[in-house]
Antibody
Framework: QVQLKETGPDLVQLTQTLSITCTVSGFSLTTYNVHWVRQPPGKGLEWMGAMWNGGGTDYNSAFKSRLSISRDTSKSQVFLKMNSLQTDDTAKYFC???????????WGQGVMVTVSS | DTVLTQSPALAVSPGERVTISCRASESVSTLMHWYQQKPGQQPTLLIYLASNLESGVPARFSGSGSGTDFTLTIDPVEADDTATYYCQQSWNDPPTFGGGTKLELK
């Protein structure tokens, strides 16, 4: 069955870099897109970016040049890296499978990341 | 970016019919999708492409709309439907979500 699982730190220091891995199973990264979505505590959902099945990426301009998404298809993993973390980056970070025309039909459980000063 | 506007909260009694609205700041054709999120959990897909019921989702849920105005209907509402509901558009880049509608049962 389709599964996505995020792994990453629960605490990151201010101005440091966040790295999260999304490991997928039950589908191929060369067939489906994988997206990153975050949710600050008590707030709504924010799309961050995507790894397309063809290997390209797309980013929300709100994150400017702070965000990088990559993948390792041999390990069925998609990676999120975001630098210069601030306290308002405290959020739960989800990866989700995208099905054309890009609705999110499977989600990971998310990883809660706190940015600490 | 396309802004999606939802009412913040609704309260209904079990057995009633409830409609949750989502208005887009510009047309999104029918590329509107709906999710349910319960506290502490990830969102789950309910409706895709405005009116298509995701596999495994009860037929009590339905969606309608096109252009800028969309509706998610639950009929009848059950106690387990207590959750926050989000709309999401994928017509314009970047994909955006509504602020969510928190559904409470009386």
């Amino acid at each position: 069955q389709v599964q996505l699982k995020e792994t990453g730190p629960d605490l990151v220091q201010l101005t440091q870099t966040l790295s999260i891995t999304c490991t997928v199973s039950g589908f191929s990264l060369t067939t489906y897109n994988v997206h990153w979505v975050r949710q600050p505590p008590g707030k709504g959902l924010e799309w961050m970016g995507a790894m397309w099945n063809g290997g390209g990426t797309d980013y929300n301009s709100a994150f400017k040049s702070r965000l990088s998404i990559s993948r390792d298809t041999s390990k069925s993993q998609v990676f999120l890296k975001m630098n210069s973390l601030q306290t308002d980056d405290t959020a739960k970070y989800f990866c989700a499978r995208g099905t054309q025309p890009e609705y999110f039909d499977y989600w990971g459980q998310g990883v809660m990341v706190t940015v600490s000063s | 970016d396309t802004v999606l506007t939802q009412s913040p909260a609704l309260a209904v009694s079990p057995g009633e019919r409830v409609t949750i609205s989502c208005r887009a700041s510009e047309s999104v054709s029918t590329l509107m999708h709906w999710y349910q999120q319960k506290p502490g959990q990830q969102p789950t897909l309910l409706i895709y492409l405005a009116s298509n019921l995701e596999s495994g989702v009860p037929a009590r849920f339905s969606g309608s709309g096109s252009g800028t105005d969309f509706t998610l209907t639950i009929d009848p509402v059950e106690a387990d439907d207590t959750a926050t509901y989000y709309c999401q558009q994928s017509w314009n880049d970047p994909p955006t979500f509504g602020g969510g509608t928190k559904l409470e049962l009386k």
